[in-house]
Nanobody, 126 residues
Framework: QVQLVESGGGLVQAGGSLRLSCVAS????????MAWFRQAPGKDREFVSC????????YYEDSVKGRFTISRDNAKNTVYLQMNSLEPEDTAVYYC???????????????????WGQGTQVTVSS
């Protein structure tokens, strides 16, 4: 089992940037497909981005393409989400997710991930 701890959230003005980090416990980080999801108040948790085990394949939800970048450092057991040109609509709790199953590198549903962090709040003011 892996434990995930997110950090880097905060309050930022529209057009600003934030970099989220998610550190995973354990020694098998490179075996996990990783992803970021977000959940705004009153809404379902939604997919943001995912990255393959090696980092060679990434995938994004349409509304964040060109603004967000997912990356990972397997030596540091860490996955990142660089968020630029933030908009008020990006306001949400952001969750890191991990999965060890061999289901392919691109999965966009909550059920595609076994492990979840506690989340970090991102608030974008207009």
């Amino acid at each position: 089992q892996v434990q995930l701890v997110e950090s880097g959230g905060g309050l930022v003005q529209a057009g600003g940037s934030l970099r989220l980090s998610c550190v995973a416990s354990g020694r098998t980080f490179s075996g996990y497909t990783m992803a970021w999801f977000r959940q705004a108040p009153g809404k379902d948790r939604e997919f943001v981005s995912c990255i393959s085990r090696s980092g060679g394949i990434t995938y994004y939800e349409d509304s964040v393409k060109g603004r967000f970048t997912i990356s990972r450092d397997n030596a540091k057991n860490t996955v990142y989400l660089q968020m630029n040109s933030l908009e008020p609509e990006d306001t949400a709790v952001y969750y890191c997710a991990a999965d060890l199953r061999d289901w392919g590198p691109i999965r966009t549903i909550v059920g595609g991930y076994q492990y979840w962090g506690q989340g970090t709040q991102v608030t974008v003011s207009s």
